[in-house]
């Protein structure tokens, strides 16, 4: 796990969060914005799935349960789909604020997953 | 999935998933994950530590499936279910978080509803009161048109 990148993502994910709960309370049906944002933090946790796949082999080992964090980041990654997915099936505000929460559930995830690989001991 | 579209023009009034109850079955989703995901990994790796505790969350985790996927299905058959499960969460919730702060010793591994729910930020705490607040304000209705009257009255006793 690369800790910048992870930090990146975890504001990514918070910004997006927090864009989307502002939109989607002000009224606002899911855009491109919106639906785009969460596509960029699915793109990061993919990024992120290469990176912890790959870590170990160059020496970055996770300090914590290799389950835990893998049970974390599928249940990361399937948020942003199905968020989006139900964003296209109703277009309504709530559907937006939708969004956000699972864009925050998210941020909360990964660095959860961060504790997991650097500092927890299992 | 295709009958979500063909109720789309009676949202108010056959699908409790419409609206900010979408927010709500969202969050219960999130919620579901979480607890489904922290359960499998217990069981998965240290079982044999506290097995109630483990077998609680796993109990408690399926429930929280089952009372999403019950919110979002329409029909009386789930709206009975969704307050089932509504219940024995709160039950849940407030039984073992109780019990997790008057005596520690009986849960010493974490649930999620040990300190009704502080590893989740409260949210198994909120959420069933929302869900059961959403609930007796979205009776169903959907099955309503063969016998209306017959149909709110039976709503009205399961609400309370």
Redesign the interface.
């Known amino acids: 796990m690369i800790e910048w990148f992870t930090w990146v993502q975890v504001a990514v994910a918070v910004a997006a969060g927090i864009l989307c709960l502002v939109l989607g309370f002000a009224g606002r049906v899911p855009s491109d914005l919106t639906n785009g944002a969460l596509v960029l933090v699915e793109l990061l946790l993919v990024v992120q799935l290469v990176v912890a796949l790959l870590a170990p082999a160059f020496g970055n080992q996770p300090t914590g349960?290799v389950?835990?964090f893998y049970?974390?980041l599928v249940?990361a990654l399937?948020?942003p789909p199905?968020?989006v997915f139900?964003a296209l099936?109703?277009r309504?505000r709530?559907?937006t604020?939708?969004l956000g929460?699972?864009a925050l559930?998210v941020a909360v995830m990964v660095y959860r997953m961060l504790q997991i690989w650097t500092v927890q001991q299992a | 999935?295709t009958d979500?579209?063909s109720a789309?023009p009676e949202t108010h009034r056959g699908r409790r998933m419409?609206?900010?109850?979408?927010?709500l079955v969202?969050?219960y989703?999130?919620l579901a994950?979480?607890a489904v995901?922290?359960s499998?990994?217990q069981i998965?790796?240290k079982f044999d530590e506290a097995p109630l505790a483990y077998s609680l969350s796993a109990l408690a985790a399926v429930v929280y499936v089952v009372a999403t996927i019950a919110l979002v299905r329409s029909g009386r058959g789930w709206y009975r279910i969704a307050w089932a499960t509504l219940i024995f969460e709160f039950t849940g919730v407030i039984v073992i978080g109780t019990l997790s702060i008057v005596d520690p010793d009986l849960f010493p591994h974490d649930t999620v509803w040990s300190w009704f729910g502080r590893g989740y930020l409260f949210i198994p705490l909120v959420l069933p009161v929302l869900g059961m607040w959403w609930l007796a304000k979205h009776r169903p209705l959907a099955a309503a048109a063969a016998a209306p009257a017959a149909e709110g009255r039976d709503a009205g006793a399961d609400a309370a």
Request: proline content about 0%; overall charge positive.
């Open positions: 349960s389950l835990e049970t974390y249940g399937l948020l199905a968020a139900w099936l109703e309504s709530w559907s604020v939708v929460v699972a559930a | 999935m979500v579209r789309r419409s609206g900010i109850g979408r927010v969202a969050v989703g999130v994950l979480a995901g922290r499998f990994v998965a790796t």
